[in-house]
Each structure stands twice: as C-alpha cells, then as structure tokens.
C-alpha cells in the first residue's frame, strides 16, 4: 500500500470529504493560505474557497461556537485550534454547549462537530504550547475523545468523527504528523470503540496512547530482543472506550502497563487502570497494573528537562522489564 | 527654558543614545537568535520583532522601572528596554540555569518579576485579563504606579480583550493598553479580521481615551505612553494606544510568508527605524558605527556567558511547580 504522512492522511480525510459532503466545512486560525500551523490543511482553500476553509480572528470561543452553531443547523463543521493548549479559551462553548445540547433537549438535537487539537511535547515549544489535555474531555460526558496514533487511524478516524453525530474532540500529535505508513486511497472509517492490538505478545500487555503507541512499539522491539514478549494495545479512541482487547489480554499475560504523555495525576491511565480492576482480569493479574505518565509539571523549555517530562521509549523498556521480573 | 534642551522635546541626549542602543542591540539580538537557530543551538520557535523596535524604545522609556510591564510572544524588545540583562536574557533563551527563568520559559515566557516585568506571554491576549489584577492591586495599595500592557492586532479580537478594557475603564483602572499594530497576525491581514480602520476606535465603546499612532517613530510612542500614563496616575483611567508597524520577518520560524507581497516587506524596510530615530537625534554614520560595534561586543559576550552556563540539573526537574 502506498505511505502518507499523518498529515497527509488528514489532508486527505478532508479533501475526500469536503469532495463529498457539502456540509462540511473548516473552521480556524490561518488554515487558508497559511495551510494551518502543522499543514494540515494545506492548500484546501484553492479548492474550496474561503467560504469552507474559513479562516478565522484569534477567537477560540468563537471558533468552537460556531461549530456547535453549525452543527446543530445541519452542517458538519471541523473546527482547528491551532495549539491544544488554546482549547481552554474554548472550554464553555465545548463543555457546557456542546456536550449537554442533545442531552438537555430531550435528545432531540444532534451537535455532529469535530474539534481538530495538536497536542503535545517535544518541539521546544515550552509550557503554553505543549499540553496534553485529553482526559479533560473524557470526564465531560456528551463528549467523544480520539487520538489517533497513525496515518492509517489518522484517516479513518477523523472520516468516522465527522460522520458521527456527536462532538468529538480530535486529538493530534504534533511529533506524529511527520510520521509514515500505509493509507488506502480510497475512503475509509475506524469505529469509535474499537481498540487496535497493535502487537501480540504474551508476557506484558502495554496500553499506550497517541505518540506513546509508537515509543511503545519501540520499546517492545528492544524487550523481544532480551526474550520479553509484549502485547501493544491502542484504544484509539478513549471515550468511547473498547475494553474488551484490553482484559482479555490482561488475562492472557496477567501483567499491564498504561502509557501515556499526558500528567499522571488526574491522566487517563487512572481511568484505565480501574477499568481494568474492576473486569473480570482482576484475578489473573500477577502484578500492580502500573502506570507510565507525564510528570505533573507543566512543559519546560530545557530541550533535556523536557525530554525527561514524558514517558521515552528508554522509560518503557525499563518499566516493562521491571514489571516482567516482578521488580518495582 | 528646560524643555528647549530636550531632543524633540522628550529626550535628554544621552537618554536619546541610549535608546538607540537599546534598538540596535534588539535587531541584534534578534539577528544573532536566528542564528542560533540555524545553527540548531536553540530549539522551539521564537517571534522577532525586527522593524518593531522603535515601540519598545519609546514605550518603557516613558515609565519608571517602578511600574509594570505585561509583556507579548513578540517581546525581545520590550525585555531589553525593561532592562534586562543581555547575558541572563541570553542564557534563557539557550535554556541555562542562569537564565532568567532558569531555563525552564525560553524566549515566549521570558519574565524578570523583581524588576516588575511580569513577563512575555505565549497565550495571545493572555495578559490583558492579568493586567486588570494588576491595575486593581495598584489601586487597592494607592500607589501611582502603571501598568504597561502590549498585545498585537490578533490579540484584540479575544473576548479576553474585550473583558479587560471594559473592566479597566468602568473602575479607573491605571492601565496603558498598547496595541502593536503591525497589520498581520500570523498570516492573517488586518483587513480580513476587522471591520473598523483603527482599533483605537475600540476606546470608544469603553468610554475610554484612544489614539493611533507612528508606531516606528520612537518620539510620537514616547508622547503617547507619557501622556496616558499621566492620566493613569491621575486617576483618569485606562488608554488604548494603537502603534502602527510592521513584522519585518515571518512569524515564527516556520512561516513561508505566503500571505504578504515582497513589495510590501521592502516598503516598510525603507521606514526602518532605526537610522529615523539616529537622524532625528543627530547621531551620525561614525557613531553608529561605534553604536553597532558595542553591540557586536555585548552579544558576543553574552553568548559566551550563555554558552558557558550550566544546564539545568535533571533533578530540579519539578521544582518550581508550586510555591
Ligand atoms: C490564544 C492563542 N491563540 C492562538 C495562538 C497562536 N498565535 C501565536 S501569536 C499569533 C498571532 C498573534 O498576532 P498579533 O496579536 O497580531 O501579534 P503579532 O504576532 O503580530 O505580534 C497566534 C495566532 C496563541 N499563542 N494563543
Ligand atoms: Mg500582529
């Protein structure tokens, strides 16, 4: 199959959908000419015109308002923040808007909105613009939370989250848009709920998110290397959450590590982690299920202290082996 | 009698000097930064404010080092003329121990609180609410200080902006909210993001005085800020001043500038200024030229300081998180 950047397989997405469906549209800061500050969008607004690719004031309330405006009206507006950090100036419209509209209206509205976030650290971009918010939204219910891991997810992912009639906040990596593999041309959609068993294995299961999927596959290749076998799990999408890869496979190695970028505390992997306490897996577990997380610490400008803020594949490996031989 | 003796009637000379100084020294600071970038010795993205630099100059030095100073993304300027040391500005920006946020801000985040800079900002209009706080604090301990607030074009169509002047001006606050107005945020035009001709129109709708002004002629940013913070420290509250300039580079590292002509770029380069402010103050191409060796010197140094400084220790790794 022929490769495509993760950006490309966005651009992509878009291009074939915007091709298709007249309802859709893109919403945000210097995304026409400019392509979007990571490229996403490219050249899209010499196809489609300045009236869907729109770009915008530096207003992120209004960019997220008049998604939820429009979605509400029978359009499917893709809204781009530039930065995810700048998605707390969007928070009333997504949290106390969007998410609790169908829900307060008697399920009688549908807000079918993607909000596009490029997360993360790792581009020196200090502690404004690094963040990784994601777990904020998954406790908001009415909301969704993706966070693909690859071009091919990437693609098939954002094609399901602007077919789905809910509010999906779409999370990015900005270390990944550079990242390649295989896409099929034509269009494609990945369910939102369907974790991704990445790799078998049987004496770890890992369940990483986003960039954490990829440095945990690396990771994995250096354990095989000593003889530890481990099971890559990537939920894909972490609201909806498909459990049910995730304990079979704690069944079947009785020992899980959660990764992700994102803070420890208050981060995903403690909503993981219970999940995983309360499944019928609790018995077969030999160990503590563990976590692997970004240091409660904002993102620092040090190109060292930040390296060593989120989980690197060194980490894992480390991690991983220590849980194997029941040393932690 | 006095005022005769002043350049223009705002500067003494050898305040005059050294405001050139301070611009030259931010152009190079600025040019040397790319640089360094090139050179991969720093990493992220950082926003100069080359062709902006007559603001800075003319904007701190109407206030005293006791007021405060709510500085943007695009702030080299503004640190420098704060007063800011060169060699811990320089190790910031390389990310040192010595910096003056130990390394931990970079450029966008640079800040020097004992000094009542309260910091460059990465969050467009994320001081302007801050600024309110500021203002209130000043009030509620009587002093006469002001606060000097500077946020771009883009950053004044945030609700946040919106929230601040209207607060500011209902309570008298001793705000000086200066706009640099350098007609592009991002890649976005001026004329694409508003309707109205100035945003200093804006003051009206808060009741508020506001002017437009030569944002690149050093005397007319002095006049303004000294003025407004007069008024500030009467007690006649908050003003919006709008200082028309321009970017002479990208964005940020990573902008093809596709969105402006070149024609454009060479037509503000020929309102450079720099040699505008050495003409009006009578500086001649001999002192420049000194002008431009000193700074050549000071940065060299400063990079040496910079470069020699320690990197911060893995294991402060969390400190400063909390207080
Ligand atoms: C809330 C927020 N939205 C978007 C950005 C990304 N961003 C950084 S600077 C900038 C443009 C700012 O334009 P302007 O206020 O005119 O200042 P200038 O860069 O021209 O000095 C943008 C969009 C940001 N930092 N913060
Ligand atoms: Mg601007």
């Given at each position: 199959m022929r490769e495509l950047t993760y950006r490309e397989a966005l651009y992509e997405a878009l291009d074939q959908v915007m091709k298709k469906d007249e309802r859709v549209f893109v919403i945000g800061e210097d995304i026409g000419v400019y392509g979007g500050a990571f490229g996403v969008t490219a050249d899209l607004q010499q196809k489609y015109g300045k009236e869907r690719i729109i770009d915008t004031p530096i207003s992120e309330a209004g960019i997220a308002g008049a998604c939820v405006g429009a979605a509400i009206t029978g359009m499917r507006p893709v809204g781009e923040i530039m930065f995810s950090d700048f998605v707390v100036l969007s928070m009333e419209q997504l949290v106390l808007q969007a998410a609790k509209m169908r829900f307060m209206f008697g399920g009688k509205a549908k807000v079918p909105m993607v909000l596009r976030l490029p997360e993360g650290s790792g581009t020196g971009a200090s502690a404004q613009h690094s963040g990784s918010y994601e777990n904020w939204f998954v406790h908001v219910p009415g909301l969704k939370v993706v966070m693909p891991s690859t071009p091919y997810d990437a693609k098939g992912l954002l094609l399901a989250s602007i077919e789905d009639d809910n509010p999906v906040i779409f999370c990015e990596h900005k270390l990944l848009y550079k990242t390649k593999g295989p896409v099929p041309e034509e269009m494609y959609t990945i369910p939102l709920g369907k974790s991704n068993i990445v790799r078998e294995g049987k004496d770890i299961t890992i369940v990483a998110t986003s960039v954490e999927v990829m440095r945990s596959l690396e990771a994995a290749d250096q354990l095989a290397k000593e003889g530890i076998e481990v099971e890559v799990i990537d939920p894909r999408t972490i609201n909806p959450l498909d459990m049910e890869p995730i304990t079979k496979s704690a069944i079947k190695t009785g020992k899980v590590l959660v990764v992700h970028e994102a803070a420890k505390t208050g981060g995903f992997g403690g909503e993981l982690v219970s999940r995983i306490m309360e499944s019928e897996a609790f018995a077969y577990l030999d160990a503590p299920v563990r976590r692997l997380a970004g240091l409660d610490t904002p993102i620092p400008y040090n190109r060292n202290l930040e390296y060593h803020t989120v989980p690197q594949v060194e980490n894992i490996v480390e991690e991983a082996r220590k849980i194997v031989q029941g040393v932690y | 009698m006095e005022k005769e003796k002043l350049i223009g009637g705002e500067f003494k000379p050898d305040e005059a000097q050294h405001l050139l100084y301070l611009m030259v020294l931010t152009r190079a600071f600025e040019e040397n930064a790319e640089e360094m970038y090139a050179l991969g010795k720093v990493h992220g993205t950082m926003h100069l404010s080359i062709g902006q630099e007559a603001i800075a100059a003319g904007a701190s030095s109407a206030l005293t080092r006791n007021d405060y100073l709510l500085n943007t993304h695009r702030g080299h300027g503004h640190f420098l003329a704060w007063g800011g040391d060169l060699n811990h500005m320089m190790a910031e920006f390389l990310g040192k121990e010595t910096g003056y946020c130990r390394g931990r801000g970079g450029s966008m985040h640079i800040a020097d609180v004992e000094s009542n800079n309260l910091g460059a900002n990465g969050v467009v209009a994320g001081n302007l609410p801050i600024a309110v706080g500021v203002g209130l604090s000043i009030k509620i301990r009587k002093t006469d200080q002001v606060a000097l607030t500077l946020f771009g074009d883009g950053a004044s169509n945030e609700g946040a902006f919106h929230e601040s002047l209207n607060m500011a001006s209902i309570w008298d606050l001793?705000?000086?909210?200066?706009?640099?107005?350098?007609?592009?945020a991002m890649s976005t035009p001026f004329d694409q993001a508003f309707k109205i001709e100035e945003i200093s129109t804006r003051a009206s709708s808060y009741g508020i005085k506001g002017v437009t002004i030569d944002g690149n002629d050093v005397f007319a940013v002095h006049k303004a800020v000294r003025e407004a913070a007069q008024r500030a420290r009467k007690g006649d509250g908050p003003t919006l001043i709008e200082a028309m300039t321009y970017r002479w580079r990208g964005h940020s590292k990573s902008d093809r500038q596709a969105y402006r002509t070149r024609e454009e770029v060479k037509e503000w380069m020929e309102k450079d200024p720099i040699p505008r402010f050495a003409a009006k103050i009578g500086v001649n191409d001999t002192e420049m030229e000194e002008i431009r060796q000193q700074v050549k010197q000071d940065i060299q140094k400063a990079v040496e300081f910079a470069e020699n400084s320690p990197e911060p220790d893995l294991s402060t790794i969390l400190e400063g998180v909390y207080a």
């Amino acid at each position: 199959m022929r490769e495509l950047t993760y950006r490309e397989a966005l651009y992509e997405a878009l291009d074939q959908v915007m091709k298709k469906d007249e309802r859709v549209f893109v919403i945000g800061e210097d995304i026409g000419v400019y392509g979007g500050a990571f490229g996403v969008t490219a050249d899209l607004q010499q196809k489609y015109g300045k009236e869907r690719i729109i770009d915008t004031p530096i207003s992120e309330a209004g960019i997220a308002g008049a998604c939820v405006g429009a979605a509400i009206t029978g359009m499917r507006p893709v809204g781009e923040i530039m930065f995810s950090d700048f998605v707390v100036l969007s928070m009333e419209q997504l949290v106390l808007q969007a998410a609790k509209m169908r829900f307060m209206f008697g399920g009688k509205a549908k807000v079918p909105m993607v909000l596009r976030l490029p997360e993360g650290s790792g581009t020196g971009a200090s502690a404004q613009h690094s963040g990784s918010y994601e777990n904020w939204f998954v406790h908001v219910p009415g909301l969704k939370v993706v966070m693909p891991s690859t071009p091919y997810d990437a693609k098939g992912l954002l094609l399901a989250s602007i077919e789905d009639d809910n509010p999906v906040i779409f999370c990015e990596h900005k270390l990944l848009y550079k990242t390649k593999g295989p896409v099929p041309e034509e269009m494609y959609t990945i369910p939102l709920g369907k974790s991704n068993i990445v790799r078998e294995g049987k004496d770890i299961t890992i369940v990483a998110t986003s960039v954490e999927v990829m440095r945990s596959l690396e990771a994995a290749d250096q354990l095989a290397k000593e003889g530890i076998e481990v099971e890559v799990i990537d939920p894909r999408t972490i609201n909806p959450l498909d459990m049910e890869p995730i304990t079979k496979s704690a069944i079947k190695t009785g020992k899980v590590l959660v990764v992700h970028e994102a803070a420890k505390t208050g981060g995903f992997g403690g909503e993981l982690v219970s999940r995983i306490m309360e499944s019928e897996a609790f018995a077969y577990l030999d160990a503590p299920v563990r976590r692997l997380a970004g240091l409660d610490t904002p993102i620092p400008y040090n190109r060292n202290l930040e390296y060593h803020t989120v989980p690197q594949v060194e980490n894992i490996v480390e991690e991983a082996r220590k849980i194997v031989q029941g040393v932690y | 009698m006095e005022k005769e003796k002043l350049i223009g009637g705002e500067f003494k000379p050898d305040e005059a000097q050294h405001l050139l100084y301070l611009m030259v020294l931010t152009r190079a600071f600025e040019e040397n930064a790319e640089e360094m970038y090139a050179l991969g010795k720093v990493h992220g993205t950082m926003h100069l404010s080359i062709g902006q630099e007559a603001i800075a100059a003319g904007a701190s030095s109407a206030l005293t080092r006791n007021d405060y100073l709510l500085n943007t993304h695009r702030g080299h300027g503004h640190f420098l003329a704060w007063g800011g040391d060169l060699n811990h500005m320089m190790a910031e920006f390389l990310g040192k121990e010595t910096g003056y946020c130990r390394g931990r801000g970079g450029s966008m985040h640079i800040a020097d609180v004992e000094s009542n800079n309260l910091g460059a900002n990465g969050v467009v209009a994320g001081n302007l609410p801050i600024a309110v706080g500021v203002g209130l604090s000043i009030k509620i301990r009587k002093t006469d200080q002001v606060a000097l607030t500077l946020f771009g074009d883009g950053a004044s169509n945030e609700g946040a902006f919106h929230e601040s002047l209207n607060m500011a001006s209902i309570w008298d606050l001793p705000i000086v909210y200066l706009c640099e107005n350098n007609l592009y945020a991002m890649s976005t035009p001026f004329d694409q993001a508003f309707k109205i001709e100035e945003i200093s129109t804006r003051a009206s709708s808060y009741g508020i005085k506001g002017v437009t002004i030569d944002g690149n002629d050093v005397f007319a940013v002095h006049k303004a800020v000294r003025e407004a913070a007069q008024r500030a420290r009467k007690g006649d509250g908050p003003t919006l001043i709008e200082a028309m300039t321009y970017r002479w580079r990208g964005h940020s590292k990573s902008d093809r500038q596709a969105y402006r002509t070149r024609e454009e770029v060479k037509e503000w380069m020929e309102k450079d200024p720099i040699p505008r402010f050495a003409a009006k103050i009578g500086v001649n191409d001999t002192e420049m030229e000194e002008i431009r060796q000193q700074v050549k010197q000071d940065i060299q140094k400063a990079v040496e300081f910079a470069e020699n400084s320690p990197e911060p220790d893995l294991s402060t790794i969390l400190e400063g998180v909390y207080a």
